[in-house]
Nanobody, 127 residues
Framework: QVTLVESGGGSVQAGGSLNLTCVIT????????MGWFRQAPEKIREEVGY???????????TYADFKKGQFTISRDDAKNTLYLQMTGLKVEATATYSC?????????????????WGQGTQVPVSS
């Protein structure tokens, strides 16, 4: 059974930075897709970003980072770990952040509904 465990969450002031880590345990092979998601209070879960092995894996086995705005996601299969770096955090970024991994695809895209999910780690951002 694949298990994903997030860590690094905690309170942070607006404008600050935080790094989250997701470790996969008991995996047999590197997942095709690994990503971060977040769910703010009383809102639906949304995708932060992900790394798809088909798109981002280099010949040496490393991965290109995913970068979008204040978020940078990196992946290290040798350590079974996915990272999320967040900078310039705003109060609106307050959410529970979860990581997910999947080998399933639908129409060529990562199918997270059929993947494995972590329990999540809370990130409250205060003003």
């Amino acid at each position: 059974q694949v298990t994903l465990v997030e860590s690094g969450g905690g309170s942070v002031q607006a404008g600050g930075s935080l790094n989250l880590t997701c470790v996969i345990t008991e995996r047999r092979e590197s997942p095709a897709c690994m990503g971060w998601f977040r769910q703010a209070p009383e809102k639906i879960r949304e995708e932060v970003g992900y790394i798809d092995s088909v798109v981002s894996r280099r010949l040496d086995g490393t991965y290109a980072d995913f970068k979008k705005g204040q978020f940078t996601i990196s992946r290290d299969d040798a350590k079974n770990t996915l990272y999320l770096q967040m900078t310039g955090l705003k109060v609106e970024a307050t959410a529970t952040y979860s990581c997910a991994a999947t080998n399933r695809r639908q129409y060529g895209r990562c199918n997270w509904a059929l993947g494995n999910w972590g329990q999540g780690t809370q990130v409250p951002v205060s003003s």
